[in-house]
Structures are given as C-alpha cells and as structure tokens.
C-alpha cells in the first residue's frame, strides 16, 4: 500500500470539514458530496456489521452513548440504532435547542450495529450526553455542529468525549482514530477482512504518561485540560494557550539552511529538488512548486502557507514538509520524507504534543497532525474488502 501522502489527500480534507478548524464556535460539519449510491433513510446493501466493546474499566455501558454522524450523497446524516442512514433535521433539536442522536450501549457486554455506506465520524462520550446542535448551512439545508472540545465556550467542554474517523463506500472501509484535534479516551479500531489489523491501542499507562509529558513541557502544559482532555497546539494557539511564534526559530533555521543547499522530497510523482530562492522554498522535478515561510500555525495545522492542494504535486510536497516540521527532521535529514521513528521529535522546538500520542501508542502510530500520515505513522487502517469493524474504549 502507497504511503498516504503520495495518494488522494482526502482525509485531510474531512477532518477540516467536520470542524477541524473550529475556534470560536462549534464548526457546521460541511463534508463535499459523496457519491456513495444508496439513498439516506434507507438501509444501504453490503451493510458492515459494526461491535462497540466497552473495555473502559471506568465507565459502565449506561454511561457511555454512542453517535455515528456524518455525510451521504451531500447530505448530513446520522445512524440510527436501527443501522438506518436518515437526514438530519432542523426539527431534531429539542426543547433545549439541541439533537438528542444517542445510540444507547447494549446493557452489558458487546454492542452490534450494522453501518451502511457513509461517511463521518463515530463519537463516544462518558458520563453525559453530547450535545449536537441542526442548524441552517448557507445554502439552507440541515447540517450539524459537531463538538469542539478544545473551546471553552462549547457545550460539551466540560463533556469527556473523542471520537474515531471513518469512510466506508463501495471501494471500501477506510478509517482512524484521529488526535489532530484533541486527545481524551483512549480507543482502539479493528478492521477485518482481507487482513485483520488493529490500531490506536494504547500500551498500559499511555494516557497518564501522555498526559504527564505534554504537561512537563512549559509552553504546551496549558493545552491538558484537568483529566478531560489535552488540545492540540493548534487549536491551543489559536485560544491564546500556546505561544503563537513558537516554532519561529526552527523555521527560520530551515530557510537559512536551505538557501545554501538542496533538499529532496520524494513523493509518488517523483522526486523534488527544493532550495529557498528569494523568500520562498522552490521546488523543481516533476512540476515547479514553492512555498512561502510558513508559520508556527501553518505547521501545526498543516494549512496556510504549507496547504496541501488535491493536485498530485504541490500537495505531496506540502504534505512532506509539513511531517518534517511537526516531527523536527528538516535539519537533520534533507532526504524527505524521512522514516526512522527513532530520529523524530528530538529537537527542543518541536510538536511535543505529537510526540507524546505516539509514544503512548503500543504500535507507535497516532493522528498527532494533519499529515502524520506521511511515512504511515498515522492510527490509520483500510480494507477493500471489509467484514467486520470493532471499536473499543480501552483501559483509562
């Protein structure tokens, strides 16, 4: 399978959608259209039976609630406990002004569902219910506020909650757990089918020990929330809890640097030889691309001036640079992308928040950023031919 980054950067694209780049306000989820065939309100055919296991060992199956939210063919949609795809409404808001989407864990032991063709997200909370709210999108139809739990001012802020990513379509089940938002429950996915493969396992200790590094780092430890949750840099920046020139200095040495030598990106178009000319990291080869100096948040976000266009060229070289600063390897390797774990992380000014996910992981891989699926160090995992989909609330 070709590394992520050197196919359709699509996933990039549906987190952003489903309020990846929420600051103030909880984002309207806006996923483009799908062309996935069976209508919404209908069971789809190749339906994917779907468990939930609840390993938690700190929650009870009545405290955990379940919603499996997403798009279909256009349109915003949810599951039903039922395993049918049906539009979501204006008129599903409550008395409280807010859409009660619950599907309610089996009494004891394992829950089975049954998931049609859609796109989304699966979110769990622990405790309280979360609160999505229908609202009117631009073009008037009924779309969803999802959670941002890294806004104080969202309702479900004070609600202990994640969620796992998810595309399954007639080509497939393609799925993650994500932490480019935040990180709170630990969880793990299972897919089976051609293969049986697993990943987001947290080896034992992992959320405590994530926890404990991000806090031990002064610029990041007001991104841990209390025991709730720890909010990307990202998002913390733009909240005024991260400082926003943070990675300054280490992008202005990767411009110095690069003014007097080459750098190769090699991606699934071919190699790309890059050298700052001017103002700007030039890159010849297969196409011309170039970039502007970006910012502390460009990097972290993986947007701004290291955007990542669905083009073939500037997107993989986009995507390249952006691992090579949030894994602080553009100094130490001018062969990108570079792939030893080992030499990732290792400078002062890095993605320490990254860093930390990883580490908690038993196979090394997380969603630490946008394009941690360069080099597939990503808590990601697909199947052409899926029979099955787990997913599991692991021990806190």
């Excluded at 929420?22 to 799908?34: D, I, N, S, W």
């Excluded at 996935?36 to 055919?45: F, I, M, R, V, Y």
């Excluded at 480019?180 to 630990?186: E, I, K, R």
């Excluded at 080992?342 to 908690?360: C, I, M, P, Q, S």
Aim: hydrophobic share 40%.
């Amino acid at each position: 399978m070709a590394p992520r980054h050197q196919r359709n950067l699509t996933r990039r694209k549906m987190l952003f959608a489903l309020g990846g780049a929420a600051v103030a306000v909880p984002a309207v989820a806006t996923v483009a259209p799908l062309a996935l065939g069976d209508e919404a309100g209908t069971s789809a055919a190749g339906s994917l039976p779907v468990t939930i296991a609840n390993n938690s060992g700190s929650f009870g199956n009545t405290s955990v609630h379940l919603y499996v939210v997403g798009n279909l063919d256009g349109r915003q949609v949810r599951l039903t406990p039922e395993g049918t795809v049906v539009p979501v409404a204006l008129s599903d808001n409550g008395a409280d002004g807010f859409t009660d989407y619950a599907i309610p864990l089996a009494g004891s032991g394992e829950t089975k569902l049954s998931l049609p063709h859609m796109s989304g997200r699966i979110y769990v909370s622990l405790g309280k219910k979360l609160k999505f709210k229908a609202v009117a999108d631009g073009n008037g139809n009924a779309a969803l506020q999802y959670p941002a739990g890294w806004v104080e001012s969202d309702p479900n802020y004070g609600v202990l909650h994640d969620c796992a990513e998810f595309t399954y379509n007639a080509a497939g089940m393609f799925c993650n757990t994500t932490m480019v938002d935040m990180f709170s429950v630990p969880m793990s996915i299972r897919l089976t089918g051609e293969k049986d493969q697993t990943t987001g396992t947290l080896r034992d200790g992992g959320r405590s020990a994530a926890f404990t590094a991000v806090q031990r780092i002064d610029e990041f430890a007001r991104l841990v929330v209390d025991d709730t949750r720890i909010i990307a840099p990202g998002h913390g920046l733009d909240a005024g809890l991260f400082p926003e020139d943070y990675l300054a200095p280490y992008i202005d040495e990767v411009w110095s640097t690069y003014t007097g030598k080459d750098l190769k990106v090699t991606t699934n178009a071919g190699t790309f030889t890059g050298r700052v000319r001017g103002d700007r990291f030039t890159f010849d080869g297969p196409a011309s691309v170039s970039f502007a100096k970006p910012s502390t948040r460009d990097v972290f976000f993986c947007d701004g001036n290291l955007a990542a266009p669905n083009d073939g060229t500037t997107g993989p070289v986009a995507a390249v640079l952006g691992a090579g600063f949030n894994r602080s390897t553009l100094l130490t390797d001018s062969a990108q992308p570079a792939t030893d774990p080992a030499a990732f992380y290792r400078g002062e000014l890095t993605n320490h928040y990254a860093k930390a996910v990883h580490a908690a992981t038993e196979d090394g891989k997380a969603y630490g950023f946008a394009f941690d699926d360069v080099a597939d160090f990503a808590s990601y995992i697909q199947d052409t031919r899926p029979t099955g989909f787990t997913l599991t609330l692991t021990p806190f």
